[in-house]
């Protein structure tokens, strides 16, 4: 529990060890490809992790990070084939954000200062929390992007509504202000993530200053 | 689509940077120096340059004909890293102050995404050959004019006195999204 907590709050890739931010700007237009992409990234690092700390004392040094490298490839490149398969709508929103998911940082990370290290059952939930982590950062910044850019919120729109279900509320009226679709355009991606992290920073010196 | 458009729109508009968020983290990480961030660019534009070409005539001459696409994603991504090592290894059997330059970049340059990026964008848009080319030098320009001018900003703001929960990263964030509004103006002209 604490290893997943851990991920989560005090290792948040996103809002404190600032990796994998190309996804976390570019796909937060919207809540549900947000929390979709979340999802890829939870299950592509809890496997890799899982995987990685199984073969760990097979691998030598010298090729560690090129064998790494290839097995998240292949994980990748499974979940692919399945989206384009299955749920051909998210594949095309996620577009390339999907394959480059195996040069995002915070798996290689994981899986080179966790998953090489530790044991398999700490690996497997430290993958859990810092996917938990990412997608709840996702939903975070993609919440604030999302109502302040359209006044709207997709909690499950046209890719997860497969039963053909939609849930789309309207949060915030129409006023002269908001919603601003400078939001959703990429400076606005740039402008929360940027107030997301001072906000952090904010919340971490306040707590320090209390332990004193 | 006209070249020169293609070009233009590649640097400015389409900037890989600012509109993709592609390579944000050599972005955020090395350019808080003027000096790196030049040398950062430059490596970057090589390797792109030259797996755009590579990882494009595996595509079309060998991954499509033998109807395996689906391998893309873990072939360019070997082929990149295989490419970083031997520009590696070459710069440093001829150059030795080259490599003093770019070394310490080009190990890095493997997990940035705007390589593995641009290589699947040439792709997926479907372009020409004649039009990857463009493409690939357009967006090496864009990411090395983004990269330079954002580090004489951070530079600049350096010596200000920031609020303390917004020195660094967060600071850097807003720097970047004046600097995304200004270059999506360039649209409407």
């Known amino acids: 529990m604490k290893r997943i907590l851990n991920g989560i709050i005090k290792e948040n890739p996103t809002f404190v060890l600032l990796l994998g931010l190309c996804p976390a700007l570019a796909v937060t237009t919207k809540f549900e490809t947000a929390y979709m992409m979340g999802i890829c990234v939870l299950v592509i690092v809890t496997l890799s992790n899982l995987i990685i700390s199984i073969i760990k004392n097979l691998v030598s040094d010298t090729v560690r990070i090129p064998t790494y490298i290839l097995i998240i490839g292949s994980l990748v490149t499974v979940i692919e084939i399945l989206l384009e398969r299955y749920v051909p709508k998210l594949y095309s929103a996620l577009g390339i954000y999907l394959p480059l998911i195996v040069v995002n940082c915070i798996v290689l990370g994981r899986a080179l200062s966790v998953a090489s290290k530790e044991s398999v059952k700490n690996s497997f939930l430290d993958g859990i929390g810092i996917g938990l982590g990412f997608s709840l950062a996702l939903m975070l910044i993609s919440f604030i992007r999302e109502v302040l850019g359209t006044g709207m919120i997709s909690l499950i729109d046209s890719i997860s509504g497969i039963v053909g279900f939609k849930l789309v509320l309207r949060v915030l009226p129409n006023t002269s202000l908001f919603p601003n679709s400078i939001f959703v355009s990429p400076a606005g991606a740039f402008l929360t993530l940027g107030f997301l992290i001072a906000l952090f920073n904010y919340l971490k010196s306040r707590k320090v200053g209390e332990e004193k | ?189």
């Open chain 2, 1 to 189: 689509m006209n070249l020169i458009s293609l070009f233009v729109a590649s640097i400015l508009t389409q900037n890989i940077i600012l509109t993709k968020f592609l390579g944000i983290c050599p972005f955020m990480g090395t350019s808080s120096k003027e000096k790196n961030a030049l040398g950062m660019g430059i490596a970057v534009s090589f390797v792109v340059t030259l797996s755009s070409i590579i990882t494009y005539l595996i595509n079309y001459y060998i991954l499509i004909p033998s109807d395996s696409g689906y391998l893309k994603t873990i072939v360019f991504i070997l082929t990149i890293a295989s490419l970083v090592q031997i520009v590696e290894i070459i710069i440093k059997r001829y150059s030795k102050t080259l490599y003093k330059e770019l070394g310490i970049y080009l190990p890095l340059i493997t997990t940035n995404c705007a390589v593995l990026g641009i290589t699947l964008l040439n792709i997926n848009n479907g372009y020409s050959f004649i039009e990857m080319l463009v493409f690939s030098v357009g967006s090496s320009i864009g990411f090395t004019l983004v990269i330079y001018l954002f580090s004489t900003i951070r530079e600049y703001i350096q010596t200000k006195n920031v609020p303390v929960s917004f020195r660094g990263y967060p600071i850097a964030f807003i720097t970047a999204s004046i600097m995304a509004l200004v270059f999506s103006r360039y649209i409407g002209g």
